[in-house]
């Protein structure tokens, strides 16, 4: 592992947890810089002044970066300190998926020919970095690693009622009035959205259904809302799809991202609205009725009042 640290640095056993997740995936060399600012490393390399750590119901602890001399994970040390050291090995283990997968050139990057408009080409990208995040916890679970956090059902319930709240805060808020700032907003929620249902996917596959009867009364409302119907499409995907250590054909990679963006067509409907394409440009538009989104507001405002008493 070729480690530099930015600020106070993990404990030995924390180093050596990261080296030994690394070498479980067959990267023991990867370059890893371990900071306490992560945000402003992130756009000091990446030149992207805009990003941030809000994810929904998630907390990035690192993020595998594709630079000029070759992938670079960068660690959340503030997020990761506390970890124990198998949860940090977890997590190192996980990040040298995305670095196989970018050593092999098996993202969405150089492939905008698949689609048409841009819109088209915005959801093959959500899909793309979902199908990126299951193919590694599939191997993951195949190396005997247990599910991460993500992947919990409670951690996709809180994910539901999460959504649920993102959407009916951008639709309240005035801000949405310009169609641009909504379908930014609303892309947001839906990016994180779909990463959350591949790790939950990743460890269940035919167990789906049995994690599903097992989610609270209120999340299965928002469960049936939000993804109901599309569920089993993109299960049928995400079971075609190879672990991260199973190199793909371009062919074969193309006809499944091609489909993952028309699996977050679908979902994007479910959420909530729907691009179309009109003359040299596209429209954004919800396509639930407001009886819907009145429903949503008062759950919304439901568990909010749960929050607050607990």
């Known amino acids: 592992m ?13 180093v050596d947890a990261m080296q030994a997740g690394l070498s479980r995936m067959e990267e023991p060399d990867a370059a890893v810089i371990v900071t306490d600012d992560f945000v402003g490393t992130v756009r000091r390399l990446t030149s992207h002044e805009s ?17 000029d001399g070759g992938p670079v994970v960068v660690v959340n040390r503030p997020e990761v300190s506390n970890l124990p ?22 993202g969405v990057v150089g492939r905008r020919d698949l689609v048409g408009p841009d ?20 191997r993951l679970a195949e190396l005997g690693y247990p599910v991460s956090g993500a992947g919990t059902v409670d951690h996709l319930a809180d994910s539901l009622y999460q959504l649920n709240a993102e959407v009916v805060t951008t639709l309240l808020d005035p801000a949405s009035s310009d169609v641009e700032k909504l379908a930014s907003a609303v892309m947001q929620s839906h990016d994180w959205f ?22 609270p009364d209120q ?11 599309t569920w089993g499409g993109r299960v049928a995907l995400y079971q075609e799809a190879p672990t ?40 954004f538009r919800r396509v ?23």
Not at 2 to 14: I, M, P, Y
Not at 51 to 67: K, N, P
Request: aromatic share 8%.
């Open 244 to 283: 991260s250590a199973e190199p793909m054909r371009d062919s074969e990679l193309n006809e499944l991202l091609q489909e993952t963006g028309r699996q977050e067509q679908a979902l994007l409907s479910k959420i909530g609205f729907r691009y179309a394409s009109e003359g040299n440009g596209f429209s």
């Open 219 to 229: 999340a299965k409302l928002e469960w049936d809302d939000y993804v109901g119907p």
């Open 85 to 106: 050291p198998k949860d940090v090995e977890r997590l190192l283990a996980h990040e040298a998926g995305h670095i196989q997968l970018m050593e092999r050139a098996e």
């Open 119 to 138: 819109w088209e080409w915005w959801l093959l990208c959500l899909g793309g970095f979902a199908l990126d995040e299951l193919r590694i916890e599939r």
């Open 51 to 67: 990003y941030s750590t809000d994810r929904g119901a998630s907390i990035v602890a690192a993020r595998t970066l594709s630079l």
């Open 194 to 215: 779909s990463k959350h249902l591949a790790y939950f996917a990743a460890f269940r596959s035919d167990r789906v259904g049995a994690g599903l009867a097992i989610l």
């Open 2 to 14: 070729e480690l530099s640290v930015n600020g106070r640095g993990l404990t030995d056993n924390q």
């Open 288 to 310: 639930v009725s407001d009886s819907v989104c009145h429903a949503r507001l008062q759950r919304a405002a439901a568990v909010a009042r749960l929050d607050e008493s607990a």
